[in-house]
């Protein structure tokens, strides 16, 4: 299974934010209270960093009339977040920050009851690539080096991830189905977590995005070995991709916002011009280049669209690697 960027981009050809056919229905409805702004997974990680920083736009653009307030409830492999938008009292001021798992955990947990197409497309704001990283004194300075290592301890080499059937055990997954590589995976509920015990050496090796481990690498303690892009990132020129490596393989995490089941086209309207905004600003194009993001501008109708292709894809790639 192939989750290539051409494929995401794909989905959007085309696309553009309408917010000004939006904006005199938008203005109809403001916020009453303050908004929850729940993120699908623990702190420090990339779903973390990018809804902390969209906060930090809107207020200081000073787009909506009531706070956004970010919470972490990354538990169960965002499990946690997909009950609480689907059970919230009040959809309209209900958000959800999502990663790829908003697709995996309620394929993997149907007993939770949750059906993605329910909730409310807002904006889709790009997608991020991951990374295969060591930290400097494994000693490990390339991919055949790190399959060697792996192999070596036969087993007993451990790398950690956030959560389980979601993004980061899906790539290891397939690399390990690859190369016939035994590995112990270690489930985190954030990124951030993730990249704290690479740097402490808790765990051998991760696949965080580069978000979450850019501070590491620049401080000198992370080395990048693979990338799964569909080609090598500007960031890292140096760094191969796994497609390089002869395997059609590449794998990308959505960064999106949604609301809940149940969100008033009015409330809808608003949000979607609100993070329309922020989109569109200086701010969040310079935090996609430095953050190795790629853009994905979508309508209602084609994020719709996308989340069943999606759904489908994720099916087909879990029980290609068992998950």
């Known amino acids: 299974m192939n989750l290539t960027k051409r494929l995401f981009i794909g989905m959007a050809a085309g696309a553009a934010f309408t917010s000004l056919p939006l904006t005199a229905f938008a203005q109809d409805w403001q916020p009453k209270r303050p908004i929850d702004f729940t993120i699908m997974a623990g702190p420090g990680g990339g779903a973390d960093q990018i809804a902390r920083f969209v ?25 946690e977040a997909l009950l609480h938008l689907k059970d919230t009292r009040d959809a309209d001021h209900t958000l959800m920050v999502t990663l790829n798992s908003f697709y995996t ?13 329910t909730f409310t497309p807002i904006t889709m704001m790009g997608v991020d690539p991951f990374v295969l990283w060591v930290h400097k004194d494994s000693g490990i300075t390339t991919f055949e080096e790190y399959v060697a290592k792996v192999k070596e301890m036969d087993g007993e080499f ?8 979601q993004e ?10 690859a190369y016939g590589l035994k590995i112990k995976y270690i489930p985190y509920d954030g990124g951030g977590a993730v990249a704290k ?28 070995l693979l990338a799964f892009s569909d080609a090598r990132m500007d960031a890292y020129p ?8 002869g395997h059609d393989f590449s794998y990308y995490n959505q960064r ?24 569109d600003s200086a701010e969040w194009q310079d935090y996609l280049a430095s953050e190795s993001m790629s853009p994905l ?27």
């Open 55 to 79: 906060q930090a736009v809107v207020e200081a653009n000073d787009l909506t009339n009531r706070p956004l307030v970010p919470t972490n409830r990354g538990g169960g492999s965002g499990a």
């Open 105 to 117: 955990t309620p394929i993997r947990q149907e007993a939770l009851g949750v059906d993605i197409e």
């Open 158 to 165: 451990v790398m950690g991830g956030t959560g389980s059937g």
């Open 168 to 177: 980061d055990s899906i790539v290891i997954a397939y690399m390990a189905g």
């Open 197 to 224: 015990d690479l740097a402490g050496k808790q765990i051998m090796a991760t696949v965080n995005n580069p978000s979450e481990a850019k501070g590491f690498y620049e401080a000198g303690d992370f080395v990048p």
């Open 238 to 245: 140096d760094v191969p991709t796994l497609k390089e490596k």
């Open 256 to 279: 999106a916002i949604v609301g809940a089941p149940g969100m008033s086209d009015e409330a809808a309207a608003y949000y979607r011009e609100v993070f329309g905004k922020v989109y």
């Open 297 to 323: 501008p979508m309508d209602e109708a084609q994020t719709r669209a996308y989340w069943t292709t999606q759904v489908q894809n994720h099916r087909k790639l879990l029980a290609e690697i068992g998950g």
